[in-house]
T-cell receptor, first 116, second 118 residues
Framework: AQSVTQPDIHITVSEGASLELRCNYS??????LFWYVQSPGQGLQLLLK??????LVQGIKGFEAEFKRSQSSFNLRKPSVHWSDAAEYFC??????????????FGAGTRLAVHP | DGGITQSPKYLFRKEGQNVTLSCEQN?????MYWYRQDPGQGLRLIYY???????QKGDIAEGYSVSREKKESFPLTVTSAQKNPTAFYLC?????????????????FGDGTRLSIL
């Protein structure tokens, strides 16, 4: 079955510390992977995406993610967290070739809290 | 600036009442989507539409209805048959490309509508 797992429901880090949010997926076809961020009461904003090429992708707000096919993982990282990064983060996977409708499967999300 | 506008931001429904959530986009995207978000469950797809006058059920369509009469608009009606409508509803849109490289385009999201029962 196709699924996305974000093992950590809540994570708390100190401001300035490094961050890694985990994402594992189960997907039969070549995956197209995304990370989105959601601030309270807001919609989702795309942080980065991966579909081919270099397995380390750079996104907005200083985030990066690494695709590891052997581990079916697409973990999100940031070297130094800012208080404004406190939000909920969603990993999603979709088909590489969609031909139109691109159904995404979302993980349950990881809520990040940042201590000053 | 192009984007997706959802209205209202907050909506209250009485028992037995149908309510309609608005979603408008000016991104010239062909595909539009409605998701329901509940705490700890991520996003679940209600309905999607690839083109005007066509739409398909998603994973949790029961108790909901949609229409797609215009490219830029995709309203969602929460009917009285939806017994647990309290949730955060998100509308999204994406570009549609021919099958091939990078054909799967990211979805862009509105700011959501929070629906509660009175």
């Amino acid at each position: 079955a196709q699924s996305v797992t974000q093992p950590d429901i809540h994570i708390t880090v100190s401001e300035g510390a490094s961050l890694e949010l985990r994402c594992n997926y189960s997907y039969g076809a070549t995956p197209y992977l995304f990370w989105y961020v959601q601030s309270p009461g807001q919609g989702l904003q795309l942080l980065l995406k991966y579909f081919s090429g270099d397995t380390l992708v750079q996104g907005i707000k200083g985030f990066e993610a690494e695709f590891k096919r052997s581990q079916s993982s697409f973990n999100l990282r940031k070297p130094s967290v800012h208080w404004s990064d406190a939000a909920e983060y969603f990993c999603a996977v979709g088909p590489y070739f969609s031909g139109g409708y691109n159904k995404l499967i979302f993980g349950a999300g990881t809520r990040l809290a940042v201590h000053p | 600036d192009g984007g997706i506008t959802q209205s209202p931001k907050y909506l209250f429904r009485k028992e037995g009442q149908n309510v309609t959530l608005s979603c408008e986009q000016n991104l010239n995207h062909d595909a539009m989507y409605w998701y329901r978000q509940d705490p700890g469950q991520g996003l679940r797809l209600i309905y999607y539409s690839q083109i005007v006058n066509d739409f398909q059920k998603g994973d949790i369509a029961e108790g909901y209805s949609v229409s797609r009469e215009k490219k830029e608009s995709f309203p969602l009606t929460v009917t009285s048959a939806q017994k647990n409508p309290t949730a955060f509803y998100l509308c999204a849109s994406s570009n549609v490309r021919a099958r091939g490289l990078d054909s799967n385009q990211p979805q862009h999201f509105g700011d959501g509508t929070r629906l509660s029962i009175l």
